[in-house]
């Protein structure tokens, strides 16, 4: 029990710190000042000092030389339900999924729960931390139990054919997945690991985590029999084989992988760990998904990259609060993305949330981008988010309200002190959060974020002192984007930074309406993933926050 949270429980300690801060004078790693590092901020933050410039609208919508239809997918294959870890919701899947989907797996079939993932005290108590993988007999009834297996009940009972599903787990996850199968091993057939370490006994399962995960050294399930590999310095994803297989390989059969434990063909865990993935990476990368997948169905994918799906597309999921997941019904406006900033025409549609706070599903253009206005049950405003065009189904995705006392979470308070109660907010500036659909925000391997062309991304705020930050843990899966010190220039730096959350000092203008544009490549963790465009309206921080999801 004394690892039960280990990925949790510097969270904890940070909620003892609230206010802190961190400070952008980060050492390099050989404990040295950084001047090289800083000179290179100081260049970025003279070239990023026009970031609040006027932008374009959107382009056209791109073509699709492939199209993988919903209607064929794989209906032999089990549905899978993902379990993801602190401070996040179902969303984490989304990029696995839609690679899933445009490899003929049912995306439809791929589900996720949600639950309140942060903890009120270090001991547990006293509110937060849901339980869903425990059950709910009487008198243990902890918050939240019973979530898994509800929704495995329901996801049988919609695919009456399957007697078993495919669960996955992803950091704290991990740890409710692992109470699971401990309950109801027979309701699982395999069992995919992200970052974490529960003991997972007879039943199959792939563990999946990195070197630069959490802390620096591996996260990985373990089980009745182990075979344990290591991604080789050419990055390969050679395959491990479903079930054990009669064959077990290193990534592409290279000779300097390590191979550990009492292995064989036999091992029910087969454990991979990557050579550079961040903590959210380990259950959303390119690479990722080809171990998932090889493992699933014994063979490689066709695709590495999302390829288009079906035209509409089929959008739903859940609006909610950030990392306490109190569900909203409220109303959402999806508009196009159109060539007027601040359009105040009627939008292209209006949908409201049920008492779950799921909406949809909806019909979408598809390599069209929209903007989803949010508003809670009592019509207020909650802000505004962003996604790139999809380019086919998605049915996780998460609109996300600022947490706050009043939520009906009792973890909300200290969720809105760690996280948007350090927004700087002005009636003439844009607060833009931006996130990665593939995993953290990584300057060191190469990322680049631009806000109207001037890179807003540095070793302070997402690179490698970025890393060295404790507060931060396992990366930086949420980039905010604030004029931090009011002076109506982009200074960059480190300007707070908490639990996977950066916040760093970026001047977006507000005081007349214009589209800013943002573009994001993602680094040597995906090269495909370059200049990827999103333009987005600059509306005022004291109006809320805008959001930006690159898919």
């Known amino acids: 029990m004394r690892i039960r949270f280990l990925w949790l429980g510097t969270f904890l300690l940070n909620l003892a710190l609230v206010g802190c801060g961190s400070s952008s004078n980060q050492a ?58 602190t401070y996040s919701s179902g969303m984490d899947i989304e990029h696995m999924a839609a690679l899933l989907g445009s490899n003929g797996f049912c995306q439809d079939r791929i589900a996720t729960i949600d639950y309140d993932s942060v903890a009120a005290t270090p001991g547990l108590s006293g509110g937060g931390v849901d339980s869903p993988g425990a059950d709910c007999t009487a008198p243990n009834t902890p918050s939240g ?116 434990g009492d292995g064989g063909a036999g091992c029910n865990v087969v454990q991979v760990t990557f050579n550079h993935q961040d903590h959210f990476a380990v259950a959303a990368s390119k690479d990722s998904f080809v171990q998932v997948y090889k493992y699933l169905t014994g063979k490689a994918p066709k695709y590495t990259d999302i390829q288009c799906g079906d035209d509409p597309v089929t959008v739903e999921g859940i609006a909610e609060t950030f990392a306490d997941n109190v569900p909203i019904a409220g109303k959402i406006e999806i508009r196009e993305v159109g060539p007027t900033p601040r359009d105040t025409a009627a939008p292209t549609m209006t949908v409201t949330g049920d008492a779950s706070g799921h909406f949809g599903p909806v019909m979408l253009k598809r390599n069209v981008e929209y903007v989803f206005v949010g508003y809670d049950a009592s019509g207020k405003l909650v802000g505004w988010e962003y996604l790139t065009p999809f380019k086919r189904d998605n049915h996780n995705v998460r609109l996300l309200a600022p947490a706050s006392g009043s939520d009906g979470s009792p973890v909300g308070v200290l969720v809105a002190a760690q996280s948007t109660d350090h927004v700087v907010s002005s009636a003439t500036t844009s607060v833009v959060i931006a996130r990665w659909a593939e995993g953290g925000i990584r300057q060191d391997l190469g990322a680049s974020l631009k806000v109207n062309g001037a890179e807003v991304l540095s070793s302070d705020n997402s690179g490698l002192n970025a890393a060295m930050t404790m507060s931060l843990q396992g990366g930086v899966a949420a980039l905010f984007l604030e004029d931090a010190n009011k002076n109506g220039k982009t200074d960059l730096g480190l300007a707070y930074s908490t639990t996977f959350i950066a916040f760093t000092d970026a001047f977006v203008s507000a005081a007349q309406p214009a589209f800013v544009n943002l573009t994001f490549t993602g680094g040597s963790e995906d090269p495909a993933t370059v200049d990827v465009p999103v333009a987005i309206d600059n509306y005022p921080s004291t109006q809320g926050l805008v959001e930006v999801v690159f898919q």
């Open 28 to 85: 390099t790693p050989d404990g040295g000042p950084g001047a090289a590092a800083e000179a290179g901020a100081a260049a970025e933050a003279g070239a990023a000092a026009e970031a609040g410039a006027a932008g374009t609208p959107p382009g056209a919508p791109a073509a699709c030389p492939v199209v993988v239809k919903a209607a064929d997918c794989d209906t032999t294959q089990r549905p899978i339900l993902f379990v993801h870890g």
């Open 145 to 260: 139990c019973g979530i898994i297996d509800r929704a495995i009940t329901a996801l049988l009972k919609k695919y009456p054919q399957f007697t078993q599903v495919d669960l996955a787990g992803h950091s704290q996850g991990t740890f409710h997945c692992g109470t699971y199968l401990g309950l109801h091993a027979d309701r699982v057939a395999h069992y995919i690991n992200f970052s974490g370490v529960p003991a997972v006994g007879d039943v199959q399962t792939l563990s999946l985590s990195s070197e630069r995960d959490l802390f620096g050294f591996p996260h990985h399930a373990t089980g009745t029999s182990v075979c344990a590999f290591h991604q080789v310095a050419d990055g390969g994803t050679e395959a491990v084989l479903p079930d054990g297989g009669t064959e077990a390989v290193l990534p592409e059969g290279g000779a300097d992988g390590s191979a550990t």
